[in-house]
């Protein structure tokens, strides 16, 4: 086990720079995902931690070492790529054995090793089977198995997920999630899936082109977004978003988006003849009785079994919302909506920057400069 | 898709037609071998099965006997000419040799140049690349004469070494060209895996994937086998007292006629070797024909 500090790395393919500067730091024992859209430099960053990828300027630490010219098999870490990257030639014996093996382990030991890495896993059946007569998810186990038994300080994982079916996925994050319980070993985790973050990580790092745009818990983060990009990329239906301005009525701060008020709570730190983005998740925003509530139009309703979706429109502006109740509606059909007041979050649309959002001193919280 | 009777039927019937009008020619010859000079030419019509069966041809080529020694064992004389210069016994030695000896030799330097060309990423790779393949656009008989000379100089005329060396020349680019391809069907993060895990490069390659791309070995090796064992032009030029099958066969193509039943026999004899081999190799082979190694 060991910690890993990540500090100021940059990297450039040709003359493109795709990592812009990343500070991190993961705990000893921590699990931390990183999070992002496709292509925003996850995949590099992690294997640069592992040593495949070489560091442009930064410096990367594992344990206390500075491992920036360390070769991959001397950094201690073990690596689960997307595709497996089983060896098709051995079985699963081997595929296991295989770095004990190099390391010329005594027998006893390697099988030992294997076997225990193989009851947890679930794999003690299929020892001698080849990897082409297991299915996808036993295969993610063996890869899994062959990163175990190597006692590693460090778990690389690179969207490790991603080629198997939804319920296999489901089914995997919990093996994942109490393979780390067991282990305690330190894990970093690739994913572009913001519900395998949530659900597996202890702190979510989001990546966004090369930067990082959040650290923090998954709640935290779910909670507390702390920009545009954050808020959106999070949560899915995703966040609602409407445009307007910063006015008052009956004393009370409001904004005013295409002719229709929408509250604010009475402390929001806003001033009037402000532009602003106001944030509010769909589960968050609920179907009110009588006169109270945001006057809309009911343009889908999708029932999704616990909950009813229901897409609406507020003054031309497409917005979403979530109830358990069971209501009958159809569309334009009229509906009254009402925001819960200290859910709302406020955020400046040309930087993205939320604006009555968390602390910003946080520690942990790296804000886009 | 699920296929009615009768498209199956006519899949089949495809299938069968396709396979006939292959192999209908080998068929013809391995016949035309066991016919009797009588029975290859005749000025009434073509001969199917209506024949004695003979021998002679093979033990003509393969045993050495001179065609005058048998008519007279056998007591009949029609047609005999010619002396015991078709005797084939050294040039089968001397084409597995050749053809042994450079597949081997291409497939020991294709494995190790198309493993780099496919991991590595070095200056001009794509170039060099480029260049590999221009090489096979080059036809040998434009180099033969260059070829010539410097075997001339370096006493490799008429060697079966010299034989050697020329077709690993010849087959070198395909060869790499295909491993390449393989090794491209193996995922680099199984390097990577391996990488991480404490392998060397060089154990890398031998204990990881190399053995992936066994079918792909097999697969590279037929085809040198295969061009060699077939390869005339070089052969030609290059020797004229070690004669490899192609050309020991042109030999047979005499200022009195062509002997037809020897070149016959010859010929069934020649396809047996590419046959054992390809059987040897046929369970890789498949497997290299079709997917490398494990995959998505
Ligand atoms: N070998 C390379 N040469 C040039 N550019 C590269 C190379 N590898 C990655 N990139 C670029 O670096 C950026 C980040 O790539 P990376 O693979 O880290 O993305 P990712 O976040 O892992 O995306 P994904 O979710 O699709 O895996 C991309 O814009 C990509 O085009
Ligand atoms: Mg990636």
Known sequence: MASVTISNIRKSYGG????????????????????????????????????????????ISIGNVVVNDLHPKDRNIAMVFQNYALYAHLSVFDNMAFSMQLRKLPKDEIRRKVEWAASILNLTPYLDRQPRQLSGGQRQRVAMGRAIVRDPSVFLFDEPLSNLDAKLRVQMRTEIKELHHKLSTTIIYVTHDQIEAMTMADTIVVLRDGNIEQIGKPLEIYDRPANLFVAEFIGSPSMNFLSGEVGAEAGRPVVRANGVTLPLPLDAKVTAGQIVKYGIRPEHLRPGAGSEGIPAKVSVVEPTGPEIHIYADIGGQEVCSITQDRLELSPDDPIRLVPALDKIRLFEPATGKVINGPDESRPRTLLRA | MQETFWQKRLRDVAAVLVVGLFMFPLFWWALTSFKPTSAIFDKDGI?????????????????????????????????????????????????????????????????????????????????????????????????????????????????????????????LPIAVLLMKSFYDDVPADVDEAAMIDGATRLQIFRRVVLPMVKGGVAATAVLCFIFSWTEFLLSLFLTNSIRTLPVKITTFVTSTGSEWGFIAALGTTAVIPSFIFILLVQKQLVRGLTLGSLKE
């Open chain 2, 47 to 171: 001969v199917w099965f209506d024949f004695k069966p003979t021998l002679v041809n093979y033990a003509v080529t393969m045993l050495g006997k001179s065609r005058a020694e048998l008519a007279i064992e056998s007591g009949n004389t029609f047609g005999i000419g010619g002396a015991s210069s078709y005797d084939s016994r050294q040039t089968i030695i001397d084409s597995l040799i050749v053809a042994v000896g450079s597949t081997a030799l291409t497939v020991l330097l294709a494995v190790m140049a198309a493993y780099a060309l496919s991991r590595m990423r070095f200056f001009g790779r794509q170039a060099y690349l480029n260049w590999i393949l221009s090489q096979r656009f080059m036809p040998p008989i434009a180099i033969i004469v260059p070829v010539v000379f410097m075997f001339h100089y370096m006493s490799l005329l008429d060697t079966r070494l010299g034989l050697v060396i020329v077709d690993t020349l010849i087959n």
């Open chain 1, 16 to 59: 493109l720079e795709v990592l812009h500067g990343i500070d991190l730091s993961v705990a000893n024992g921590e699990f931390v995902v990183l999070l992002g859209p496709s292509g925003c430099g996850k995949s590099t960053l992690l294997r640069m931690v592992a040593g495949l990828e070489a560091i442009n300027s930064g410096q």
